[in-house]
């Protein structure tokens, strides 16, 4: 077998740390459990990654990406009213929480130990610093696809969606209710429209 270029190593170990916190948990997943998920050496780790720190980071950012690629993705440009465009970047979104919940309920683990673990909490400010730019970027690829203003600053509006949404994942991680989350993700739906500028 040849050699893998190291960006797709380092892909490939962030994939299997991401398989492996969702299956053991953030303080059970080791680097040497990590490798064995890979199929890799230790010091394949190594020679990609200088710190379990640096692959947390790598992981959080890993997980953004699933969602918002999605997310991205639905929201391009069409011939549907305003609100069914803005629903179907919410389902998107929903939809990666749905099929990837192990993901989603690691990424609230990973704020936890960002925060309680020494020298890591600038990994959890980061985490949502992402989030918030994600958000962003959503919003200004709709306003622009559809030619419309908010009635609020963009990153505020970014602020306010990402504490719905990462609001309405916990909740439903905990609860379990998808009828009722699909209740909320309307409601949300109605109070985007309600940013429009008319």
Known sequence: MGRMPAAQ?????VEAAIRAMARDGVAKTTTRS???????????FHYCFDSKQELLEAVMDTISEHS?????????????????TVRAGLQAYWDHVLAHRGEHMLTYELTQYALREPGYEHLARRQYERYLTAHLKVIRQ????????LTVPEPTAARYLAALTDGLTLNFLVLGDEAKAAEVLDTVADQVLALVRQ
């Open 34 to 44: 990590v490798v064995a998920e890979a199929g890799v050496s230790l010091s394949v």
């Open 9 to 13: 190593r380092r892909r490939q170990l």
């Open 68 to 84: 918002e690629s999605d997310v991205l993705a639905r929201l391009a440009p069409g011939d549907s009213p305003l609100r069914e």
């Open 142 to 149: 709709l306003t622009a696809a559809l030619g419309v203003t």
